[in-house]
């Protein structure tokens, strides 16, 4: 999987292709600086791991990143959700999860970040 291509999971892809509208939103949203609080996690949380972001910024691609994990997140929270976890624990558990994902994308050495990537398929 290429830099370009991280967290751009099947389900990503998907949601993209039927809310380009939203997609633009939140591009908008993450320019200007106002985003609502679970992009805005997802955006900000990157700044904790600096080899991750600074791959990114290399590639340009850290607003999509973000939106990427954006769906991802909203994903996880469900899931969370449907696992019986209520409304704040179930965002807890869900920026824990995707901070994890962060934390091994950040990582150095390609292994660390192999495994992430593969569970994200």
């Known amino acids: 999987m290429t830099q370009a291509e991280l ?3 099947s389900e990503t ?3 993209r292709a039927e ?7 939140w591009e908008r949203q993450l320019s200007s600086g106002e985003c609502g609080p679970d992009l805005h996690f ?12 600074a791959r990114l910024d290399a590639a340009e691609y850290r607003f999509d990143f973000a939106i990427n994990a954006h769906i ?3 994903k996880l929270q469900e899931q969370f959700l449907e696992d019986g976890h209520i ?4 965002l807890e558990h869900a920026n824990e999860a995707l901070s994890d994902i962060y934390r091994a994308l950040n990582e150095k050495h390609p292994k660390g970040r192999a495994a992430i990537l593969k569970s994200l398929q």
């Open 19 to 25: 809310h380009p509208e939203t997609i633009k939103d």
């Open 7 to 9: 967290l751009l999971t």
């Open 72 to 74: 991802l997140h909203a």
């Open 87 to 90: 409304g704040p624990l179930a």
């Open 13 to 15: 892809q998907k949601f």
């Open 42 to 53: 997802c955006f900000y949380a990157l700044e904790a791991y600096p080899n991750l972001t």
